[in-house]
């Protein structure tokens, strides 16, 4: 769990609602809802299941035009196709196959939900889509759940964790879109609060910080971040790891890191060698971006490890669920 905290301390996927997209998934040419329904029926109606077929079909599809496929599934077999793809599939498989028949705002409303229900909590997957996400994301979010789940996702999030950490996700979830334009004359005032809150004392004015970094914007914070250099002898980073620890630390972390490097989720190589909570991440990464920023992902990704994301996933899974991964990467850089 430890190597999965440290690149969550990375994601920077954080894009504002006018900044250009970088998806590996593009609307199918010659696109033919009936043809493809056809196929995916007859996929799931062969002795031992076609999974190839099936993969090559909706990983190469939008979710605008794997609706469009679930709607001509419908009408041709009359009956639901989720409900025939979750009895036809299992598995790893399974769970890439049922996430892409949701919109990226399903998804992570599903998610969240997923983090919160039954004992104990998924505090890293709160951190990953509540700390990475947009506004306009997080708006879209917030209203899938309360029409998905019939609740808040505020009262949800608020239920289930608690002190500074529930104060910071609460801020994030409950932030108005900030202006774009930079505010000089706030970039010292708010360098050398952060400072004087947290390495210039004993003890840290958590709210000071959630406050600046949750309601300031990018090209703003970026500003402070880079002036806070003149009073700290730390950068943000040095100086976040040396104030909060636990799930703080990897909140603000990530916060910081949209901000400071502006460079999307840099996924750990190791993150491919095991299964479980990785397999999880590694899931959701690219289900939930590769309609959004999965080929800047993919491109930071080499840039870092100096091997391709493609090459990694190859090497580090296997089977059907390889070939829906493989294929949602959309190449090898």
């Not at 999974?51 to 009359?78: H, M, N, P, V």
């Not at 983090?115 to 997957?125: A, F, R, V």
């Not at 990694?312 to 070939?323: F, L, P, R, V």
């Amino acid at each position: 769990m430890a190597l999965v905290a440290e690149f969550l301390g990375q994601i920077t996927f954080n894009l504002g609602a006018n900044e250009p997209t970088y998806p590996t998934v593009v609307p199918a040419p010659d696109f033919d809802p009936d043809k493809d329904a056809a196929r995916i029926e007859t996929a799931i109606k062969t002795k031992g299941v076609d999974e190839q077929t099936i993969i090559q079909i909706l990983t190469k599809r939008t979710y605008g035009q794997r609706r469009e496929i679930a709607f001509a599934y419908e009408r041709r077999a009359k009956k639901d196709m989720i409900s025939a793809l979750k009895g036809a599939l299992s598995g790893s498989l399974e769970t890439v196959i049922l996430g892409l028949m949701k919109s990226t705002a399903q998804y992570d409303a599903s998610e969240i939900k997923a983090s919160i229900k039954g004992l104990g909590t998924d505090e890293e997957s709160l951190i990953e889509i509540l700390c990475s996400r947009s506004n306009a994301e997080l708006l879209e979010i917030k209203q899938v759940y309360k029409e998905l789940f019939k609740k808040d996702l505020e009262k949800d999030v608020a239920g289930d964790t608690s002190g500074d950490f529930a104060k910071l996700l609460l801020a994030l979830a409950k932030r108005a879109e900030p202006s774009s334009v930079v505010d000089y004359e706030k970039i010292d005032e708010d360098a050398r609060a952060l400072y004087e809150a947290g390495v210039k004392r004993k003890g840290t004015d958590v709210k000071t910080w959630i406050a600046i970094m949750s309601e300031r914007s990018v090209p703003h914070l970026q500003k402070v971040f880079d002036r806070y250099k003149s009073y700290s002898p730390y950068d943000m980073q040095e100086s976040i790891r040396k104030e909060v620890k636990g799930d703080l630390e990897k909140s603000f972390l990530t916060l910081g890191s949209t901000t400071i490097f502006n460079v999307p989720l840099c996924v750990h190589p190791c993150v491919f060698q095991s299964k479980g909570a990785k397999e999880k991440v590694v899931t959701r990464i690219m289900v939930s971006r590769c309609e959004v920023d999965l080929k800047k992902i993919r491109s930071e990704f080499k840039a870092q490890y100096g091997k391709s994301l493609y090459q990694t996933i190859a090497e580090h899974t296997k089977g059907d669920y390889q070939t829906a991964l493989l294929s949602l990467c959309g190449g090898d850089d």
